[in-house]
């Protein structure tokens, strides 16, 4: 077992990406016999070591497995530094399938692969990860969070998650329709995984018109049929008669094929990377005069969960409140970028970057 730089047949064009989104580290994880292989990328650490969830994905290759990575733990950096959280920027990905490959022995392999960081990247869970296999995890590593209540950890953290997506959408409906209140509103949510489902079932509580569709036809019938929620094909979710859109699965859903589509008024979900081009695709929507929610404040609800648990002391009820000031800090975002004539996106990036550089400024390190 060894942990290694990233190799790539494109070596140059890979540095060059790295270099562009200004990642302190990336590593390559391989174990033969256990069919392991994973990449940890390391953004930022000014603030505190690098937070951020494994996923697990049979991405098409390599290359996209980077790309996947790299945007990830970029967002994370962003995430903790506008909630917040002392914390810095990291993510990691395993590459394979979820159904036949996790086991002990390969989930364990990665802990070591952790460990051997001594603390720079503290992991947790993320899509087709769940808090058993962080169990599992946490044999080889203390730096590990999203562990079951039973093991003193915050449990599952897709309901945080989901009540500040939910607190987002509030504070852009707030600002676009000149109220909070989503009673009669027209919602499309586009994935109904874990953060998805808990986010349908807070908009039906509030009398919301929700739609969904997901990848999986029985999983979407399923929550259709438990909340009482409309359907629509995965494509025509962006062909729908709706006042907010919440893209709550994988990202990149907004895109020169699907922006020009959108009949609606706000883009606020939970899925990350929703811009697949920051600059580019957040003009698009800004020139369309649909107001987006950027992704990295309201979804971070589940970094401030495990956040706390990682710091120890672990409160419910507190990661909330925290949570709760989701809604605050969007409307400050949406006002600034009102404000200056940029881009959510952007007005969002610029509140983080510079609460980076005042509070790296003043800590001490480690």
């Known amino acids: 077992m060894e942990i290694k730089e990233v190799q790539s047949v494109q070596s140059e064009g890979l540095f060059a990406k790295v270099a562009e989104l200004g990642h302190e580290q990336v590593v390559h994880c391989y174990d033969e016999a256990t069919g392991l292989k994973a990449l940890i990328a ?26 996947d990575v790299l945007r990830l733990s970029r967002g994370m950096t962003f995430k903790a530094a506008i909630s917040g959280l002392n914390l810095g920027g990291g993510k990691a990905v395993l590459i394979g399938d979820a159904k036949t490959m996790k086991t002990e022995a390969y989930l364990r392999r990665f802990g070591k692969f ?24 946490s044999m080889e590593t203390k730096y590990v969070t999203g562990l ?46 874990q953060v998805g489902t808990y986010l349908v079932e807070l908009l039906v509580k509030e009398n919301a018109k929700v739609t969904i569709t997901d990848i999986s036809e029985e999983k979407m019938k399923d929550i259709a049929k438990r909340f009482g929620v409309d359907t629509v094909e995965q494509d025509k979710i962006y062909d729908l008669d709706m006042d907010i859109y919440a893209p709550c699965a994988l990202g990149a859903s907004l895109n020169d094929e699907t922006i020009p589509r959108l009949k609606c008024a706000v883009v606020a979900g939970g899925a990350n ?41 672990y409160n419910r009820d507190r990661v909330y409140r925290h949570t709760e000031k989701i809604y605050d800090t969007c409307l400050n975002i949406l006002n600034l970028a009102e404000k200056e004539k940029i881009t959510s996106q952007e007005a969002a990036i610029k509140m983080a970057e510079k609460r980076i550089a005042e509070v790296g400024r003043v800590r001490i390190p480690r």
């Open 114 to 137: 952790i460990q051997s960081l001594s603390g720079k990247y503290i992991t947790a869970e993320d899509v087709n990860m769940n808090t058993s296999d962080m169990e599992y995890i």
């Open 273 to 313: 990377n929703q811009l697949k081009d920051e600059l580019k695709h957040g003009n698009m929507l800004l020139d369309r005069g649909i107001v987006y929610a950027p992704d990295f404040l309201i979804n971070a609800g589940g970094v401030i969960n495990v956040g706390n648990e990682f710091y120890g002391n």
């Open 42 to 67: 390391i953004h930022n650490t000014a603030l505190g070591p690098a937070l951020g969830g494994t996923r697990m994905w049979n991405y098409a290759s390599e290359q996209e497995a980077l790309t």
């Open 148 to 193: 079951p209540e039973s093991m003193g950890g915050g449990g599952d953290p897709s309901p945080v998650t989901a009540y500040g997506v939910y607190m987002g959408i509030k504070a852009t409906a707030k600002k676009v329709f000149g109220s909070d209140d989503l009673g009669g509103k027209k919602i499309g949510v586009q994935g109904v995984g």
